[in-house]
T-cell receptor
Framework: SQTIHQWPATLVQPVGSPLSLECTVE??????LYWYRQAAGRGLQLLFY??????ISSEVPQNLSASRPQDRQFILSSKKLLLSDSGFYLC?????????????FGSGTRLTVV | SQQGEEDPQALSIQEGENATMNCSYK?????LQWYRQNSGRGLVHLIL?????REKHSGRLRVTLDTSKKSSSLLITASRAADTASYFC???????????FGKGTHLIIQP
C-alpha cells in the first residue's frame, strides 16, 4: 500500500537554530513530492515541489530550502530559523492516475519557533 | 500564491442541516478538489471534479463546478457533529506543479 511518513509531529526550535524535516513515501516509484506550509488559520501555501531526484522547484523566496537525495525522500531545511517560519508543514506526493494526478498528504509537522 | 477563495470563512449550523461552501478561482484549471482538515491534522481528499464535469456526488457530498464563473460549491447533506472541520478547495492547472489552495471554510456542526 502507498503511505507517506512525516516526522516529527511537533517541534519547538529557538530562533537562529537549524531545521531539518524529513518526508518519505512507500509503495510508489518516482512520485512528485511537495512541501506545503499552513500559517495559523490560513490555507496552504506551496513551498517546493520535486518531479525527480535532485530536481527542486521553489514557489516562494524564503528562509527555507529543500532537497531530494533519494527517489522517495524529501527534506525541508533551514540554516537559521526565523519567528515567521512557525507554522504547520505538510508533505505530499502525487502520481498519475490515468486522467489526473492523485495527491496524498502526510500528517504534518507543527513547528513553533521561539 | 493562493488562487481559491472559499466563502464563508466560517459556518456554524445545527446537526442535521445542510452545509454549503463555495469556492472561486482565477485561472483555467484541469480539475478542482475538495479537502477536509480536522484541527491540527493532515488533509484528507474528499472529492475531485474535472473541468468538463458539472456535478459530482459521493455519499453525503455533492460538488458542482461552473467553469464559466470559475466557481465551485460543496454541499454536505444531513450534517453530523463529526463533520466539524476546515474544508479547502484546491485547483490543479495540469502537470505536476501541485495544488493551489484557498483559505478554507471552518465548519462547526452543533449537536
Amino acid at each position: 500500500s502507498q503511505t507517506i511518513h512525516q516526522w516529527p509531529a511537533t517541534l519547538v526550535q529557538p530562533v537562529g537554530s537549524p531545521l531539518s524535516l524529513e518526508c518519505t513515501v512507500e509503495g510508489t516509484s518516482n512520485p512528485n513530492l511537495y512541501w506545503y506550509r499552513q500559517a495559523a488559520g490560513r490555507g496552504l501555501q506551496l513551498l517546493f515541489y520535486s518531479v525527480g531526484i535532485g530536481q527542486i522547484s521553489s514557489e516562494v523566496p524564503q528562509n527555507l530550502s529543500a532537497s531530494r537525495p533519494q527517489d522517495r525522500q524529501f527534506i525541508l531545511s533551514s540554516k537559521k530559523l526565523l519567528l515567521s517560519d512557525s507554522g504547520f508543514y505538510l508533505c505530499a506526493w502525487s502520481v498519475w492516475e490515468g486522467a489526473s494526478y492523485g495527491y496524498t498528504f502526510g500528517s504534518g509537522t507543527r513547528l513553533t519557533v521561539v | 500564491s493562493q488562487q481559491g477563495e472559499e466563502d464563508p470563512q466560517a459556518l456554524s449550523i445545527q446537526e442535521g442541516e445542510n452545509a454549503t461552501m463555495n469556492c472561486s478561482y482565477k485561472t483555467s484549471i484541469n480539475n478542482l478538489q475538495w479537502y477536509r482538515q480536522n484541527s491540527g491534522r493532515g488533509l484528507v481528499h474528499l472529492i475531485l471534479i474535472r473541468s468538463n464535469e458539472r456535478e459530482k456526488h459521493s455519499g453525503r457530498l455533492r460538488v458542482t463546478l461552473d467553469t464559466s464563473k470559475k466557481s465551485s460549491s460543496l454541499l454536505i447533506t444531513a450534517s453530523r457533529a463529526a463533520d466539524t472541520a476546515s474544508y479547502f478547495c484546491a485547483t490543479v492547472r495540469g502537470g505536476a506543479d501541485g495544488l493551489t489552495f484557498g483559505k478554507g471554510t471552518h465548519l462547526i456542526i452543533q449537536p
